[in-house]
């Protein structure tokens, strides 16, 4: 599938080809996005209907490099570089170096190259691997940690364990590259909604990344978690609960170093900013301050997802 979309600079109208849908964290909004494999190596997880319009595979290496090719005459200005779609760190090393190299070349001012990575990939690769992928570039790997509660990440189908997603947050910090972790409000619903806050505030206090995101939960048409929903064996949280929650995470995270914290992706309820470990106590007055003014200081509900 083709489809055209303009770089931040107008005067260039640049068309890539993509396949099905394809997403990236809001940090990359002015990254070029290469696909580099279609789909999830696992894409199990209940709660995620990204992929379910395309199976997974590895894209072919030709085309990669011909759209490589074909950016470089028209984005030559090039910065970052986002590799999708959702686990590109599965793909074997060699060819990930191929690649690397080819946007090294292709761009002279790139100054970083990210990806969404399983924890499970990550521990696949040796350190040498790692370490290897971020002198070509690889400069930041996206985990979607989802909860720090074995119990909630067996039945959201995750397919990892807390203590696997601290270990390759370790190994990766170890290689050098930059780890950004997302977690979901509301998945515990309201019987482990305080299970899963304070278990999802110790484990990325372990992980110790260097972003953390929250972003609230939306049910998608198609999914797992959603049939559950409409059999009425999942319940959705208010509003104000998953704020509860979210002060709850952050009342449990500590120990951080200098970790970026954001809750600006479109699903959220209340954007918020900050800086662990010092904007910990503005961040949960800004929590207090909004359950005490109630759905008025919340985002609509019409807008999330916008």
């Given at each position: 599938m083709?489809?055209t979309?303009?770089?931040?600079?107008?005067k260039y109208?640049?068309?890539?080809?993509?396949h099905?849908m394809?997403i990236r964290?809001?940090?990359?909004a002015k990254?070029y996005?290469?696909?580099v494999s279609y789909?999830?190596?696992?894409?199990r997880?209940?709660?995620c209907g990204t992929?379910?319009d395309?199976?997974?595979?590895?894209?072919?290496?030709?085309e990669?490099?011909?759209d490589?090719?074909?950016a470089?005459?028209?984005i030559?200005?090039?910065r970052?570089v986002?590799?999708?779609?959702?686990d590109?760190l599965?793909?074997?090393?060699?060819?990930?170096i191929?690649?690397?190299?080819?946007l090294?070349?292709?761009?002279p001012?790139?100054?970083?190259?990210?990806l969404?990575?399983n924890a499970r990939?990550i521990?696949?690769?040796?350190?040498?691997?790692?370490?290897?992928l971020h002198?070509?570039g690889?400069?930041i790997v996206?985990?979607?940690l989802?909860?720090?509660?074995?119990e909630i990440l067996?039945?959201i189908?995750?397919?990892?364990?807390?203590?696997?997603m601290i270990?390759a947050?370790?190994?990766?910090k170890?290689a050098?590259i930059?780890l950004s972790v997302?977690?979901?409000l509301?998945?515990?619903e309201?019987?482990?909604?305080?299970?899963?806050?304070?278990?999802?505030?110790?484990?990325?206090?372990?992980?110790n990344?260097?972003?953390?995101s929250?972003l609230?939960?939306m049910l998608?048409?198609?999914t797992?978690?959603?049939?559950?929903?409409?059999?009425g064996e999942f319940?959705?949280?208010?509003?104000?609960?998953m704020?509860t929650?979210l002060?709850?995470?952050?009342?449990n995270l500590?120990?951080?170093?200098e970790?970026?914290?954001?809750?600006?992706h479109?699903?959220?309820?209340l954007?918020l900013?900050?800086?662990?470990?010092?904007?910990?106590e503005r961040?949960?007055?800004m929590l207090d301050?909004?359950?005490?003014?109630?759905?008025?200081a919340l985002?609509p509900e019409a807008?999330r997802?916008?």
């Amino acid at each position: 599938m083709e489809i055209t979309f303009y770089s931040t600079n107008s005067k260039y109208n640049i068309i890539m080809r993509y396949h099905g849908m394809v997403i990236r964290p809001p940090s990359e909004a002015k990254s070029y996005i290469l696909q580099v494999s279609y789909g999830c190596s696992h894409n199990r997880c209940t709660f995620c209907g990204t992929y379910l319009d395309k199976p997974f595979r590895p894209r072919n290496l030709d085309e990669i490099l011909e759209d490589i090719s074909l950016a470089k005459t028209q984005i030559p200005a090039t910065r970052r570089v986002f590799l999708a779609d959702g686990d590109a760190l599965v793909l074997p090393t060699n060819r990930l170096i191929k690649i690397l190299d080819e946007l090294n070349a292709a761009f002279p001012h790139l100054e970083r190259v990210g990806l969404y990575a399983n924890a499970r990939d990550i521990l696949r690769k040796t350190l040498d691997e790692l370490k290897t992928l971020h002198e070509k570039g690889l400069g930041i790997v996206y985990i979607g940690l989802e909860s720090g509660s074995d119990e909630i990440l067996k039945s959201i189908e995750k397919g990892a364990t807390a203590v696997e997603m601290i270990e390759a947050a370790q190994k990766a910090k170890e290689a050098e590259i930059l780890l950004s972790v997302i977690a979901i409000l509301g998945l515990g619903e309201q019987k482990n909604s305080t299970h899963h806050a304070t278990e999802t505030g110790r484990v990325v206090s372990k992980m110790n990344p260097d972003f953390f995101s929250m972003l609230t939960l939306m049910l998608v048409s198609g999914t797992k978690l959603h049939a559950q929903w409409e059999a009425g064996e999942f319940q959705l949280i208010s509003p104000e609960e998953m704020l509860t929650e979210l002060h709850q995470v952050i009342e449990n995270l500590n120990g951080l170093s200098e970790c970026v914290f954001r809750t600006n992706h479109a699903s959220n309820y209340l954007p918020l900013n900050g800086t662990f470990p010092q904007d910990k106590e503005r961040l949960l007055a800004m929590l207090d301050d909004a359950l005490a003014h109630g759905r008025d200081a919340l985002r609509p509900e019409a807008w999330r997802g916008l």
